[in-house]
């Protein structure tokens, strides 16, 4: 069986590289059928609307005639075309969608899941010494703003969310019983995942790349693959016999050429499963 992992496509705001006829989902089609994938996971960040970010997904789906499982990253959260402001209702939403992980990991076979949620961000990652909880609750160093501030309203604190999205997975991992697991998260999970410290920004910043808290689930589950997103750049690591992977196409201004396809090509990862053991 072969998985293919994408993250941070961003087709709102990356769809003025396109041309002609040409869209994102189409492109990956393309490269679907290509490079015979029989499972896409998308590590969020779609777009910036929830609604778009679905339709997305179920074009996908309908176009390549495999499943594609999806969590949601923090811009899915966002509403800026439609107008939500009860991002609960957004995850409600997700969690409803059949492509959604959210609190319903998908079975591949006896021997292996795919279990995930988008995550969020509990600061563990940044300079911890020099800011306080407060200022990270504030989400704004100087001039600059973390732009969930503005479009996502969970109506609790970050850590709380980071938490309650971790209780979520450790739930779904236990459900699956002794299969190996494909973990996906948006948020990363590793600390070489983020900016490394001190750095007069991210010593601030790195509070909302990821979770500290989930570095526990590698210790106390057979997770095999760890597949992230959200941090705009394409990596892979492995340590203590796990796949760690970002495979992120970002924004065109972290692009390595114009071309939309090539850049797609270049984020995607694949991987094979080892055939089932009798």
């Known amino acids: 069986m072969k998985i293919g992992v994408l993250s941070d496509l961003h087709i709102d705001t990356n769809k003025k590289k396109l041309n002609g006829t040409e869209t994102f989902a189409n492109i990956i089609v393309k490269q679907i059928n290509h490079q015979n994938i029989d499972v896409l996971l998308i590590a969020g960040d779609i777009s910036s609307d929830y ?8 074009e996908v789906t309908d176009k ?3 499943p594609i499982l999806f969590v949601p990253g923090n811009h899915d959260f966002w509403s800026l075309r439609n107008g939500e402001t009860d991002t609960k209702k957004i995850y409600r ?6 492509d959604s992980l959210l609190n ?8 292996w899941a795919v279990v995930g949620n988008g995550g969020w961000y509990d600061y563990g990652y940044a300079n911890q010494g020099k800011y306080t909880k407060s200022e990270f609750d504030d989400m704004k160093l100087r001039v600059g703003v973390w732009q969930d501030k503005r479009y996502v309203h969970w109506g609790e604190g970050n850590k709380q969310v980071a938490q309650w999205m971790l209780d979520k997975l450790e739930a779904d991992l236990q459900s699956v019983g002794n299969r190996k697991v494909i973990l996906m998260t948006h948020v990363v ?7 490394s410290l001190p750095h007069k920004i991210y010593d ?7 979770s500290s808290s989930y570095e526990k689930l590698y210790k106390n589950y057979p997770i095999v693959y760890s597949i992230m997103g959200h941090v705009h750049f394409r990596k892979t690591l492995v340590e203590d016999q796990v796949n760690y992977i970002c495979a992120c196409l970002g924004g065109s201004k972290h692009w390595l050429t114009k071309d939309p396809e090539a850049e797609v090509v270049n984020a995607l990862l694949t991987f094979q499963l080892p055939e089932r053991t009798k």
């Not at 609604?51 to 179920?58: A, E, K, N, P, R």
């Open 64 to 66: 390549s005639g495999i």
């Open 51 to 58: 609604l778009v970010s679905q339709q997305f997904i179920d």
């Open 93 to 98: 939403f997700f969690e409803n969608q059949p």
């Open 189 to 195: 999970t590793h600390p070489k995942f983020v900016v």
């Open 204 to 210: 601030y910043f790195n509070a909302f790349l990821g």
């Open 104 to 111: 319903k990991p998908y079975i591949l076979n006896d021997e």
